[in-house]
């Protein structure tokens, strides 16, 4: 069989050459995705249809030597199967209908499978198209994460809701968090069960919280997931990205279980070498503005992540979702440098 490179690197193999892809590398940057967005209906719809996303996933692979396609989903089709009413407004994002006490009470767990089927079916059918080499990525948010879209009904810059809820109605929170933990080990599960090699825990709003509140809603539910999926899939490879971690990394890392650990852009280069494991694989971390001025801000940059990260597995990858605004020629320009030096 072809060696998948980049399943490889998560599980600790070193390359001579750093295997890449990119966050949100199937999105609004590629007019091939715009053009199909548009036949789709609602971004939801796009999601839920197995025919458009398996098509979507693969949209970069065939612009760009990539060494893995992500599963095209959102991190709220979570919510959306618990029952919580999700939309997506054009140039707003996710609109959800924010929880009340009462609403954690009220939401399906039961189900949550059957409505995620069609992602499911999505899995399957990329297990079937791609390349052997490459890797398939599945996903899904934190619960942290998740828990201050369904709490705040939207994204916000300081997770106040979410985070004031918390100390309020603990017990209430306690509940919620359950409910995604045990939803996400079982969506990860079925991801894995699929096709999928690898799956990332999108922890997304790890920034803002004490590290009293990072241990308990980012270090302790990640770790119950990764664990719980490990008790269904032994040994499953799991990449941990919590966001703004900041100082929280190593703790992270170590505490969770993680296979590889993804630093965001804002995360020194020196950081994997002074604080972390040196075995221990690290995924990023290029500023996806760089991506967009290209040039010597993006190519000198690119060289100091390559010789930052060279002893160790590294995966190129930015350090948060490329951009809408993203030339493509400049992607081009990335992976010949990853690729080529």
């Known amino acids: 069989m072809a060696k998948k490179r980049l399943l490889a690197t998560v599980l600790g193999e070193r390359q001579d050459t750093p295997p890449m892809w990119i966050m949100r590398q199937a999105g609004r940057y590629l007019p091939e995705y715009r053009e199909l967005r548009a036949k789709a209906g609602s971004f939801l719809d796009l999601c839920y249809n197995p025919d458009f996303a398996t098509e979507v996933t693969v ?19 979570i919510p959306d199967a618990l029952g ?7 140039g707003e994002g996710p609109v959800l209908e924010p929880l009340t006490v009462s609403d954690v009470d009220r939401l399906e767990h039961g189900g949550a499978l059957d409505h995620l089927a069609p992602v499911l079916e999505t899995v399957r059918r990329l297990r ?13 948010g934190s619960p942290w994460t998740v828990a201050t879209y369904m709490l705040n009904g939207r994204g916000s810059p300081d997770q106040w809701v979410a985070r004031r809820f918390a100390l309020e109605h603990p017990a209430a929170f306690s509940k919620l968090m359950d409910v995604l933990v045990e939803t996400s080990i079982d969506y990860l ?19 803002n919280l004490d590290d009293a509140a990072f241990e308990a809603q980012v270090i302790e539910p990640n770790r119950r997931i990764v664990e719980g999926v490990r008790a269904k899939v ?27 650990l993804g630093l965001d852009y804002a995360t020194p280069l020196s950081f994997a070498d002074d604080f972390l494991p040196k075995t221990l694989p690290v995924q990023g971390n290029l500023d996806p503005l760089r991506l967009v001025i290209g040039g010597k ?17 590294h995966i190129f990858n930015l350090g948060h979702g490329i951009v809408p605004e993203t030339p493509i020629e400049h992607v081009e320009r990335l992976v010949e440098l990853v690729k080529k030096g």
Not at 63 to 75: C, K, N, Q, T
Not at 84 to 90: A, I, M, P
Not at 128 to 140: D, N, Q, R, S, Y
Not at 297 to 313: D, G, L, T, Y
Request: hydrophobic share 50%; glycine share 6%; with cysteine.
């Open 59 to 77: 949209q970069p692979l065939r612009r760009f030597d990539l060494d893995a396609a992500i599963l095209f989903s959102d991190i709220l089709v």
């Open 84 to 90: 919580q009413k999700v939309r997506f407004e054009q």
């Open 128 to 140: 079937g198209v791609l390349a052997p080499e490459k890797t398939l990525i599945g996903f899904c």
């Open 189 to 207: 599960v079925a991801q894995f069960q699929a096709g999928a090699d690898v799956v990332q825990l999108f922890e997304s709003w790890a920034l």
């Open 234 to 260: 032994p040994d499953a490879p799991v990449i941990g990205f919590p966001r703004g971690a900041a100082g929280n990394l190593k703790r992270y890392a170590e505490k969770t279980g993680v296979n590889a």
């Open 297 to 313: 801000a993006m190519e000198e940059r690119v060289h100091e992540i390559k010789a930052a990260f060279a002893k160790r597995p």
